[in-house]
Every structure is written in C-alpha cells, then in structure tokens.
C-alpha cells in the first residue's frame, strides 16, 4: 500500500519508534572493538545522533510489551 518506508514517512503515518538501549550497547561495543574507541564513547555518538522523534527506551522488549498493552500494534515493514 505504501511505497515509502523511509522514517520519517512512517511517521507523518503515525508511525513510531524505539531504540533499545541495551542493543544500542551492545552494538556500540561491537563498533568500538572493531575501531578500538571506547564503547562508552561510540555510545555517547549513537545517542547524540539519533534521529528526531525517535525515542531511546532501556529495554526494547519491555517498551514494546507496555505498549501492546496499552492498544499500539506492531508495524510490519516489508
């Protein structure tokens, strides 16, 4: 139905989204052994570069199991 899955698309449809922090992480240490910087450091750039509207929760699978509760559907893309 529609063509444009891009974010912020997704979000003048009503879209949302959430960043788990405990992947954000764990990537972010993954990236900083891979360019031997500090995760904490990597970290602190993931979160100052995140999108706008974007909403960083402590635990994905938490924040998604509150917000079923409370109606919210997931998204399917693809």
Do not use: I
């Not at 444009?4 to 990236?31: E, I």
């Amino acid at each position: 139905m529609y063509q444009d899955w891009s974010a912020q698309a997704v979000q003048k449809r009503g879209g949302s989204f959430m960043l788990c922090h405990n992947a954000m992480t764990a990537v972010a240490g993954l990236f900083a052994d891979g360019m031997r910087k500090d995760p904490r450091a990597v970290l602190s750039d993931f979160e100052r570069n995140t999108l706008p509207g974007f909403l960083v929760v402590p635990a994905g699978v938490a924040a998604v199991q509150a917000a079923q509760l409370k109606g919210w559907k997931l998204f399917p893309v693809g």
